[in-house]
């Protein structure tokens, strides 16, 4: 009876150790597996912060790229505007040189002006070309202020 005892004790200790070597196993899968997964999360928090940074970086690009354009349309602006300028100083110019050299003659400016809708006295075409004359600033041009 001892001896079946024996065995039987010999039987139940194999089984638990047995089932203390399967339950180590399984203690180093699931190690293994926990490693895997730190790893994993590691490499995404790694990704998320590079996703974060070219996220940030695309959109400070993108706000570059639209200053750039707003400055690009304002040189654009500021461009035609300076030939508007220096086509009207040509103008200017050449009417100067013109009424100095008695090109230009009081009647044929009124006739101009009359033809472009607006009217012209006799005071304000005296000023216009008494102050060509003197060097000073001329008056208002009639010419300038009518509606078309």
Same mark, same amino acid.
């Given at each position: 009876?001892?001896?079946? +005892?024996?065995?039987?004790?010999?039987?139940?200790?194999?089984?638990?150790?047995?089932?203390?070597?399967?339950?180590?196993?399984?203690?180093?899968? /699931?190690? #293994?597996?926990?490693?895997? +997964?730190? /790893?994993?999360?590691?490499?995404?928090?790694?990704?998320?912060?590079?996703?974060?940074?070219?996220?940030?970086?695309?959109?400070?690009?993108?706000? #570059?790229?639209?200053?750039?354009?707003?400055?690009?349309?304002?040189?654009?602006?500021?461009?035609?505007?300076?030939?508007? #300028?220096?086509?009207?100083?040509?103008?200017?110019?050449?009417?100067?040189?013109?009424?100095?050299?008695?090109?230009?003659?009081?009647?044929?400016?009124?006739?101009? #002006?009359?033809?472009?809708?607006?009217?012209?006295?006799?005071?304000?075409?005296?000023?216009?070309?008494?102050?060509?004359?003197?060097?000073?600033?001329?008056?208002?041009?009639?010419? /300038?202020?009518?509606?078309?």
């Amino acid at each position: 009876k001892e001896q079946r +005892v024996l065995e039987h004790r010999a039987h139940e200790c194999a089984e638990a150790e047995e089932a203390l070597d399967n339950a180590r196993e399984q203690v180093l899968e /699931k190690t #293994v597996l926990l490693e895997d +997964v730190n /790893k994993l999360r590691l490499t995404a928090v790694a990704e998320d912060r590079r996703r974060m940074r070219t996220t940030l970086l695309e959109e400070e690009q993108h706000e #570059v790229r639209a200053e750039l354009e707003e400055t690009h349309a304002a040189l654009g602006r500021a461009q035609s505007e300076l030939e508007e #300028v220096r086509e009207r100083g040509k103008k200017v110019l050449a009417n100067v040189i013109a009424q100095q050299e008695g090109l230009i003659t009081r009647h044929r400016v009124q006739a101009f #002006v009359r033809k472009l809708g607006a009217e012209v006295t006799g005071r304000e075409l005296d000023e216009l070309f008494t102050a060509q004359e003197h060097g000073t600033r001329p008056a208002p041009a009639p010419w /300038k202020t009518a509606k078309y």
